[in-house]
């Protein structure tokens, strides 16, 4: 039997805690030190925090959990629709949990009944469940981590993109970035409980430590909704955060502090949750992904992945809040690899797992040197990460499979209009163009995104050979920031290289998924089958 303060230190492990404080009053580049101060005024929140946490949830701090065979590592891969087990102890994938088919499989088929574009992760240590989120097929999979079988599916709400579990392991609450709702799936059994509005496009839930309160960021609402657990009522809105879209978001084992990621913008919003105010905006860089806090030998600390820039950044934390930028700058972890997404410190702190994107595979960092130590190949375009300490028994690796595994992604040099290289790294800004290749069921799935072109330009990309040879691959529209967040083809790619040209306006016609739109955040709310396609990125 786990003793108490082992299983609190669980919970908070798979709610994603690990540091303590309240964030500093200012708005700061990580990068550049500029801090313009945003004060924070008490307000009807603070009464209720004082209330919700008696004090500070980490005046008796669980102890630390080393690392062992028993732990293990999960990433959700949205390409080969997998589950990847990794064994932190030897630092080893013992296999992958296929929940669907690789992509372009038996997925378009209209009998196809498997999961599609696996995504979202969350775990229980009260139960030992992982929660599978898989965004296109809306659905919602319970797996047992001593097995790693299915115990039971749930379809939900439109475009369901990530959640957690309540305290007690027994419900499972995911936003439903179509629906406008989160839905509270019945993890024991399977089935939908109930379905909570909560405002335009919800993207992520955590709980509060005591797990009484539940926090929703948005995708096209410039806030946090408050939903109290008990009765599915939202009690608060936090507004005022640093953009509209918000992907991702991690809250503090004190319960006091929120960060909320807004990927496109490449910020983050930190919330004093005491005072259920936004404290500090900080710029962080392109595609600014997940956070993740952490309590380490060397300190308390918040992580972050910025997949435009290949980096992990770490923040140091006091007592205090978030320290100002001028005097303690982030430190800059530089990644094994291309697009750092999901990240998850192990349970006594020591290592940081993070997934890289469009290389297939996840990093090991040392927090004591924040260096990578190793790197992992792993299943196709991970997505979320999970570290779950003490999951399953030693050794075993019962009912995994390897789909998706020995076939990584490789990313190619671009060329842009004008002759230059796109994939050269600007350091604030990102690359211009990148090009990455994979083999899916005997094809190969491009990959394109695009940074600061043309606005509202159709550009045409070429497969170029060797030999200077060129073959159209996929056509694209860039939009009113020059952008294309997303850009898919299918084909046998034999090039070396991606080059791009201008293509007329007017007669422009995509050769295959173009997929570089995500959550439009319009007036109405409204949510677009365009828009929810697919959410390769984000």
């Known amino acids: 039997m786990l003793s108490k303060q082992w299983a609190g230190w669980l919970l908070a492990a798979s709610l994603g805690l690990g540091g303590f404080g309240i964030a500093a009053a ?6 550049s030190g500029h801090v313009d101060p945003r004060p924070a005024a008490a307000s009807p929140g603070a009464a209720r925090a004082a209330a919700r946490y008696g004090g500070g949830a980490g005046r008796n701090a669980p102890k630390p959990i080393p690392v062992s065979g028993k732990d293990r590592v999960y990433t959700a891969d949205q390409t080969s629709n997998t589950v990847s087990v990794i064994d932190p102890s030897a630092n080893r994938t013992l296999g992958t949990i296929a929940l669907g088919d690789q992509r372009l499989g038996a997925g378009l088929s209209p009998q196809y009944t498997g999961d599609v574009d696996v995504h979202g992760l969350a775990f229980s240590p009260v139960t030992k469940r992982l929660a599978v989120v898989s965004i296109t097929s809306n ?5 047992d981590t001593a097995t790693n079988k299915v115990v039971n599916h749930t379809d939900v709400g439109r475009a369901s993109h990530e959640g957690s579990f309540t305290a007690d392991g027994k419900q499972f609450w995911v936003a439903d970035r179509g629906r406008d709702t989160v839905t509270v799936v019945d993890a024991v059994h399977g ?3 109930a379905s909570i509005p909560v405002g335009a496009g919800p993207s992520k839930v955590v709980m509060s430590p ?5 926090y929703v960021n948005h995708i096209s609402l410039a806030e946090v909704t408050v939903v109290k657990v008990a009765t599915h009522r939202p009690v608060d809105h936090i507004t005022g955060l640093g953009d509209a879209f918000s992907s991702d978001e991690a809250i503090s084992p004190d319960g006091k502090e929120l960060w909320a990621v807004h990927k496109r913008v490449g910020k983050v919003s930190v919330i004093d949750l005491t005072h259920d105010k936004v404290t500090s905006v900080l710029t962080t860089g ?11 030998p060397q300190g308390k600390f918040v992580y972050l992945t910025v997949g435009g820039l290949d980096e992990t950044l770490s923040f140091r934390r006091t007592d205090s809040g978030v320290p100002d930028a001028t005097t303690a700058p982030a430190t800059v972890i530089h990644d094994n690899g291309h697009a750092p997404h999901g990240i998850w410190p192990s349970g006594d702190g020591s290592r940081l ?7 297939d595979k996840v990093d090991v960092i040392d927090t004591a040197t924040n260096k990578v130590t190793g790197t992992i190949p792993i299943g196709q375009e991970p997505q979320a990460v999970v570290y779950a300490p003490l999951a399953a028994p030693a050794g075993s690796a019962a009912h995994l499979g390897s789909q998706g595994l020995d076939e990584q992604a490789r990313n190619v040099p671009t060329t842009l209009p004008d002759g230059t290289a796109g994939e050269t790294l600007d350091p604030v800004k990102g690359r211009a163009l990148e090009a990455t290749v994979r083999p899916v069921n005997g094809l190969d799935m491009i990959q394109l995104q695009a940074r600061g072109l043309k606005p509202k330009t159709t550009y045409q990309a070429f497969s170029a050979g060797a030999d200077g040879r060129k073959a159209a691959v996929v056509s694209f529209s860039t939009d009113a920031n020059g952008n294309a967040p997303m850009v898919l083809a299918f084909s046998a790619f034999d090039g070396r290289s991606i080059s791009l040209a201008v293509k007329n306006a007017g007669v422009a016609k995509a050769t295959s998924f173009q997929l ?3 959550h439009s955040g319009s007036a109405n709310g409204a949510v677009t ?5 697919y959410c390769d990125c984000c």
């Open 210 to 214: 005591d797990g009484k309160l539940a």
């Open 516 to 518: 570089n739109r995500m």
């Open 286 to 296: 392109p595609d600014s992904n997940h956070p993740q806090f952490a309590d380490t």
């Open 529 to 533: 089958a365009t828009d929810l396609l």
């Open 139 to 143: 659905t919602v999979d319970i797996v």
């Open 353 to 359: 797992y993070v997934g890289l994107e469009k290389s």
């Open 191 to 193: 089935g939908v409980l």
């Open 26 to 31: 200012s708005v700061a580049d990580a990068h």
